[in-house]
Protein backbone atom coordinates (compact mmCIF):
# COMPACT_ATOMS: atom_id res chain seq x y z
CA UNK A 1 0.00 0.00 0.00
CA UNK A 2 1.39 3.37 -0.99
CA UNK A 3 0.49 5.98 1.68
CA UNK A 4 1.47 9.66 1.51
CA UNK A 5 1.59 11.77 4.61
CA UNK A 6 1.43 15.60 4.32
CA UNK A 7 3.36 17.69 6.58
CA UNK A 8 5.92 20.65 7.05
CA UNK A 9 8.31 18.76 9.26
CA UNK A 10 9.73 22.44 11.29
CA UNK A 11 6.00 22.84 12.40
CA UNK A 12 6.80 19.85 15.02
CA UNK A 13 8.39 20.08 18.26
CA UNK A 14 10.89 17.00 19.18
CA UNK A 15 8.95 15.25 21.62
CA UNK A 16 5.55 15.71 19.06
CA UNK A 17 4.45 12.48 17.81
CA UNK A 18 4.28 12.73 14.21
CA UNK A 19 7.97 11.18 13.87
CA UNK A 20 7.36 8.44 15.33
CA UNK A 21 4.09 7.54 13.38
CA UNK A 22 6.06 8.32 10.37
CA UNK A 23 8.53 5.79 11.46
CA UNK A 24 5.99 3.04 11.93
CA UNK A 25 4.57 3.42 9.25
CA UNK A 26 8.29 3.42 7.36
CA UNK A 27 8.89 -0.06 8.96
CA UNK A 28 5.83 -1.62 8.29
CA UNK A 29 6.62 -4.29 5.23
CA UNK A 30 2.80 -3.52 4.21
CA UNK A 31 3.57 0.03 3.52
CA UNK A 32 5.88 2.46 1.24
CA UNK A 33 6.05 5.30 3.10
CA UNK A 34 5.83 8.78 1.17
CA UNK A 35 6.31 12.27 2.70
CA UNK A 36 5.21 15.80 0.93
CA UNK A 37 5.40 19.10 2.31
CA UNK A 38 2.42 20.64 2.75
CA UNK A 39 3.51 23.88 0.78
CA UNK A 40 4.04 21.94 -2.25
CA UNK A 41 0.10 20.66 -2.74
CA UNK A 42 -1.34 22.12 -5.35
CA UNK A 43 -3.43 21.13 -8.14
CA UNK A 44 -1.23 19.46 -10.39
CA UNK A 45 -1.42 16.80 -11.51
CA UNK A 46 1.84 15.61 -9.64
CA UNK A 47 3.06 16.00 -6.26
CA UNK A 48 6.72 15.92 -5.36
CA UNK A 49 7.57 13.06 -2.76
CA UNK A 50 9.94 11.83 -0.79
CA UNK A 51 10.40 8.15 -0.46
CA UNK A 52 11.08 7.16 3.58
CA UNK A 53 12.39 3.93 3.71
CA UNK A 54 12.95 3.26 7.47
CA UNK A 55 12.57 4.96 10.97
CA UNK A 56 13.70 8.68 11.36
CA UNK A 57 15.59 10.38 14.00
CA UNK A 58 14.17 13.72 14.55
CA UNK A 59 16.74 15.66 12.59
CA UNK A 60 16.13 13.25 9.94
CA UNK A 61 12.32 14.03 9.69
CA UNK A 62 13.49 17.75 9.75
CA UNK A 63 15.98 17.27 7.02
CA UNK A 64 13.13 15.91 4.83
CA UNK A 65 11.94 19.67 4.17
CA UNK A 66 15.11 19.60 2.07
CA UNK A 67 15.13 16.82 0.59
CA UNK A 68 15.19 15.83 -3.40
CA UNK A 69 11.84 15.19 -4.84
CA UNK A 70 10.55 12.95 -7.03
CA UNK A 71 7.34 14.55 -8.70
CA UNK A 72 4.77 11.29 -8.58
CA UNK A 73 0.53 11.10 -10.00
CA UNK A 74 -1.38 11.79 -6.76
CA UNK A 75 -3.05 8.62 -8.66
CA UNK A 76 0.04 6.98 -7.18
CA UNK A 77 -1.36 6.58 -4.06
CA UNK A 78 -3.81 4.45 -2.22
CA UNK A 79 -4.43 6.65 0.64
CA UNK A 80 -3.37 10.20 2.05
CA UNK A 81 -3.16 11.24 5.06
CA UNK A 82 -3.27 14.73 6.26
CA UNK A 83 -0.77 15.62 9.07
CA UNK A 84 -0.46 19.48 8.67
CA UNK A 85 -1.05 21.73 11.51
CA UNK A 86 -2.54 25.00 11.90
CA UNK A 87 -2.42 27.65 10.06
CA UNK A 88 -2.36 25.74 6.82
CA UNK A 89 -0.90 27.12 3.52
CA UNK A 90 -3.43 29.14 1.49
CA UNK A 91 -5.96 27.45 -0.62
CA UNK A 92 -4.74 23.89 0.78
CA UNK A 93 -7.42 22.08 1.66
CA UNK A 94 -8.86 23.05 -1.80
CA UNK A 95 -6.11 21.98 -3.77
CA UNK A 96 -6.32 18.31 -1.90
CA UNK A 97 -9.87 18.37 -2.43
CA UNK A 98 -9.11 18.62 -6.51
CA UNK A 99 -7.17 15.10 -6.38
CA UNK A 100 -9.90 13.26 -3.98
CA UNK A 101 -11.13 11.57 -6.76
CA UNK A 102 -8.17 9.47 -7.21
CA UNK A 103 -6.95 8.85 -4.00
CA UNK A 104 -8.47 8.63 -0.73
CA UNK A 105 -8.08 10.85 2.30
CA UNK A 106 -7.80 9.30 5.95
CA UNK A 107 -9.94 12.76 6.34
CA UNK A 108 -11.62 14.38 3.19
CA UNK A 109 -10.02 17.64 2.99
CA UNK A 110 -13.79 19.68 1.78
CA UNK A 111 -14.69 17.59 4.99
CA UNK A 112 -12.10 19.40 7.48
CA UNK A 113 -12.79 22.92 6.09
CA UNK A 114 -16.59 22.33 6.78
CA UNK A 115 -16.16 20.38 10.15
CA UNK A 116 -13.84 23.52 11.44
CA UNK A 117 -16.74 25.87 11.21
CA UNK A 118 -18.63 27.37 13.48
CA UNK A 119 -21.68 26.39 11.78
CA UNK A 120 -20.67 23.08 11.57
CA UNK A 121 -20.11 22.73 15.81
CA UNK A 122 -23.28 25.20 16.25
CA UNK A 123 -25.31 22.00 14.61
CA UNK A 124 -23.42 18.97 16.01
CA UNK A 125 -21.34 19.77 18.88
CA UNK A 126 -23.05 22.69 20.44
CA UNK A 127 -25.41 20.61 22.45
CA UNK A 128 -22.70 18.53 24.33
CA UNK A 129 -20.33 22.09 25.25
CA UNK A 130 -20.48 24.11 28.25
CA UNK A 131 -22.79 27.18 28.23
CA UNK A 132 -21.11 29.37 25.58
CA UNK A 133 -22.25 31.33 22.74
CA UNK A 134 -20.84 32.18 18.91
CA UNK A 135 -20.33 36.13 18.66
CA UNK A 136 -18.05 39.47 17.37
CA UNK A 137 -21.59 41.38 19.12
CA UNK A 138 -19.82 42.82 21.71
CA UNK A 139 -22.96 43.99 23.33
CA UNK A 140 -23.43 40.21 23.43
CA UNK A 141 -20.22 39.10 24.46
CA UNK A 142 -20.43 41.47 27.83
CA UNK A 143 -23.57 40.69 28.60
CA UNK A 144 -22.31 36.53 28.81
CA UNK A 145 -19.38 37.66 30.55
CA UNK A 146 -21.29 39.10 32.92
CA UNK A 147 -23.35 35.95 33.46
CA UNK A 148 -20.30 33.83 33.90
CA UNK A 149 -17.98 36.25 35.80
CA UNK A 150 -14.98 34.30 34.10
CA UNK A 151 -14.94 33.49 30.46
CA UNK A 152 -12.55 31.69 28.00
CA UNK A 153 -12.66 33.17 23.87
CA UNK A 154 -11.27 30.74 21.17
CA UNK A 155 -10.58 32.65 18.18
CA UNK A 156 -11.62 30.78 14.81
CA UNK A 157 -8.66 28.29 13.80
CA UNK A 158 -7.05 27.91 16.86
CA UNK A 159 -4.30 25.40 17.56
CA UNK A 160 -2.40 23.78 20.20
CA UNK A 161 -3.95 26.65 22.55
CA UNK A 162 -2.50 29.32 21.51
CA UNK A 163 -5.60 31.69 20.45
CA UNK A 164 -7.42 30.62 23.68
CA UNK A 165 -8.33 33.42 25.73
CA UNK A 166 -9.05 33.38 29.60
CA UNK A 167 -10.74 36.64 30.54
CA UNK A 168 -11.96 37.72 33.97
CA UNK A 169 -12.16 40.95 36.44
CA UNK A 170 -8.90 41.97 37.81
CA UNK A 171 -9.69 44.63 40.96
CA UNK A 172 -11.35 47.63 39.20
CA UNK A 173 -10.06 46.81 35.92
CA UNK A 174 -9.81 43.49 33.75
CA UNK A 175 -7.25 40.73 32.23
CA UNK A 176 -6.72 38.26 29.15
CA UNK A 177 -4.40 35.60 29.78
CA UNK A 178 -3.12 33.99 26.68
CA UNK A 179 0.25 31.36 26.90
CA UNK A 180 1.59 33.82 24.13
CA UNK A 181 0.59 36.82 24.77
CA UNK A 182 0.78 36.74 28.58
CA UNK A 183 -1.56 38.37 31.05
CA UNK A 184 -2.85 41.13 29.62
CA UNK A 185 -4.40 44.17 31.54
CA UNK A 186 -7.60 46.43 30.71
CA UNK A 187 -8.86 49.02 32.47
CA UNK A 188 -12.32 48.71 30.72
CA UNK A 189 -14.01 45.24 29.39
CA UNK A 190 -14.94 47.34 26.41
CA UNK A 191 -11.29 47.76 25.68
CA UNK A 192 -10.61 44.27 26.30
CA UNK A 193 -13.22 43.26 23.96
CA UNK A 194 -12.37 45.46 20.85
CA UNK A 195 -8.32 44.28 21.07
CA UNK A 196 -9.61 40.50 21.31
CA UNK A 197 -11.71 40.93 18.42
CA UNK A 198 -8.83 42.90 16.17
CA UNK A 199 -6.83 39.43 16.56
CA UNK A 200 -9.48 37.70 13.80
CA UNK A 201 -11.98 39.18 11.47
CA UNK A 202 -14.40 35.51 12.22
CA UNK A 203 -16.52 35.15 15.14
CA UNK A 204 -15.08 33.44 18.93
CA UNK A 205 -16.35 31.20 20.69
CA UNK A 206 -17.02 32.15 23.92
CA UNK A 207 -17.22 29.42 26.77
CA UNK A 208 -18.07 29.51 30.54
CA UNK A 209 -15.10 29.10 32.33
CA UNK A 210 -15.00 25.90 34.22
CA UNK A 211 -13.37 25.63 38.13
CA UNK A 212 -11.97 22.15 38.04
CA UNK A 213 -9.77 23.04 34.63
CA UNK A 214 -6.60 22.09 37.02
CA UNK A 215 -7.93 18.32 36.46
CA UNK A 216 -6.38 18.64 33.00
CA UNK A 217 -7.75 18.08 29.77
CA UNK A 218 -8.86 14.51 28.42
CA UNK A 219 -7.95 13.57 24.76
CA UNK A 220 -9.96 10.39 23.72
CA UNK A 221 -8.81 9.00 20.25
CA UNK A 222 -11.21 7.98 17.63
CA UNK A 223 -10.41 6.13 14.49
CA UNK A 224 -13.37 4.85 12.26
CA UNK A 225 -15.82 5.45 15.25
CA UNK A 226 -14.16 2.97 17.53
CA UNK A 227 -12.47 4.83 20.39
CA UNK A 228 -8.51 3.56 20.45
CA UNK A 229 -7.60 5.43 23.80
CA UNK A 230 -7.76 8.25 25.98
CA UNK A 231 -5.08 10.26 28.23
CA UNK A 232 -5.21 13.00 30.48
CA UNK A 233 -2.93 15.89 29.65
CA UNK A 234 -1.78 18.62 32.42
CA UNK A 235 -0.64 21.79 32.59
CA UNK A 236 3.06 21.38 34.31
CA UNK A 237 2.96 24.48 35.68
CA UNK A 238 -0.52 24.06 37.40
CA UNK A 239 -1.86 26.59 34.63
CA UNK A 240 -5.53 26.60 32.72
CA UNK A 241 -3.93 25.93 29.43
CA UNK A 242 -3.04 21.71 29.11
CA UNK A 243 -1.68 21.27 25.79
CA UNK A 244 1.37 18.82 25.33
CA UNK A 245 3.10 21.80 23.11
CA UNK A 246 2.18 24.65 25.69
CA UNK A 247 4.49 22.29 28.57
CA UNK A 248 1.58 19.85 29.64
CA UNK A 249 2.34 16.04 30.65
CA UNK A 250 0.06 13.24 30.44
CA UNK A 251 -1.46 9.80 31.70
CA UNK A 252 -3.67 7.38 30.48
CA UNK A 253 -7.41 8.11 31.43
CA UNK A 254 -10.73 5.44 31.13
CA UNK A 255 -13.31 6.75 29.07
CA UNK A 256 -16.60 7.17 30.64
CA UNK A 257 -19.79 6.58 29.93
CA UNK A 258 -20.48 10.37 29.40
CA UNK A 259 -17.70 10.27 26.76
CA UNK A 260 -18.85 7.67 25.15
CA UNK A 261 -22.26 8.71 24.47
CA UNK A 262 -21.02 12.25 23.35
CA UNK A 263 -18.43 10.36 20.65
CA UNK A 264 -21.73 8.01 19.84
CA UNK A 265 -23.80 11.07 19.05
CA UNK A 266 -21.11 13.21 17.10
CA UNK A 267 -19.35 10.37 15.06
CA UNK A 268 -22.29 9.88 12.56
CA UNK A 269 -22.01 14.04 11.42
CA UNK A 270 -18.43 13.45 11.15
CA UNK A 271 -18.30 10.14 9.11
CA UNK A 272 -21.01 12.00 6.29
CA UNK A 273 -18.71 14.23 5.85
CA UNK A 274 -15.55 11.39 4.97
CA UNK A 275 -13.82 12.25 8.04
CA UNK A 276 -12.01 9.01 9.89
CA UNK A 277 -9.86 10.40 12.63
CA UNK A 278 -10.79 12.48 15.17
CA UNK A 279 -9.36 14.22 18.94
CA UNK A 280 -12.14 14.33 21.34
CA UNK A 281 -11.41 17.18 24.21
CA UNK A 282 -12.89 17.03 27.34
CA UNK A 283 -12.67 19.40 30.33
CA UNK A 284 -13.90 18.78 34.14
CA UNK A 285 -17.02 19.99 34.34
CA UNK A 286 -17.77 21.89 37.92
CA UNK A 287 -20.11 19.13 39.43
CA UNK A 288 -16.52 16.25 38.58
CA UNK A 289 -17.72 15.01 35.56
CA UNK A 290 -15.96 15.49 31.85
CA UNK A 291 -17.55 17.79 29.44
CA UNK A 292 -16.61 18.37 25.74
CA UNK A 293 -14.45 21.07 24.88
CA UNK A 294 -14.14 20.34 21.46
CA UNK A 295 -13.81 18.07 18.68
CA UNK A 296 -10.78 17.99 16.71
CA UNK A 297 -10.79 16.69 12.95
CA UNK A 298 -7.47 18.27 11.38
CA UNK A 299 -4.40 16.88 12.03
CA UNK A 300 -4.72 14.18 14.84
CA UNK A 301 -1.73 13.43 17.43
CA UNK A 302 -1.15 11.23 19.89
CA UNK A 303 -1.73 7.62 18.88
CA UNK A 304 2.00 6.69 19.87
CA UNK A 305 1.61 8.88 22.78
CA UNK A 306 -1.00 6.47 24.18
CA UNK A 307 1.23 3.72 23.32
CA UNK A 308 4.21 5.45 25.44
CA UNK A 309 1.80 5.55 27.91
CA UNK A 310 0.91 1.79 28.47
CA UNK A 311 -2.04 0.91 26.19
CA UNK A 312 -0.82 -1.65 23.24
CA UNK A 313 -0.87 -1.97 20.15
CA UNK A 314 -2.21 1.25 18.91
CA UNK A 315 -0.32 1.92 16.35
CA UNK A 316 -0.49 -1.24 15.18
CA UNK A 317 -4.34 -0.93 14.59
CA UNK A 318 -3.75 2.93 12.90
CA UNK A 319 -1.84 0.63 10.12
CA UNK A 320 -4.20 -2.01 9.81
CA UNK A 321 -7.12 0.33 9.26
CA UNK A 322 -5.38 2.13 7.08
CA UNK A 323 -4.59 -0.98 4.75
CA UNK A 324 -8.49 -1.71 5.61
CA UNK A 325 -9.14 1.34 3.83
CA UNK A 326 -6.90 1.18 1.25
CA UNK A 327 -8.26 -1.86 0.42
CA UNK A 328 -11.67 -0.25 -0.44
CA UNK A 329 -10.49 1.64 -2.59
CA UNK A 330 -11.93 1.58 -6.43
CA UNK A 331 -10.18 4.21 -8.36
Not at 47 to 76: I, N, Q, S
Not at 82 to 111: I, M, S, W, Y
Amino acid sequence: MKLLCITEPRTHPSFDTTVSLYSHFAESSDIQLFHALSTSVSADSNVPVVAVPGALRYEEFLALEHAETTDLAWEFFDVAFCRTDKPRPPKFHDFLETHANVVRFVNQPRGVEEAGSWDFSQKVVAGHLPDHIFSRDKEEIADFFGQHGTIVAKQSGSYGGREVSKITRSGAGYTCDNIVRGLQEFSSLDGLIDELLSRDANAFQFVRYLKNIGAGDKRVLVVDGEIYGGYVRKSASEGWVHNISAGGTAELSEIGSREKEVIADTVPAYRQLGINTLGYDFLMDDDGSWILSEINAGNIGGYNRLEELGAEGILDRLSSWILSFAAATQK
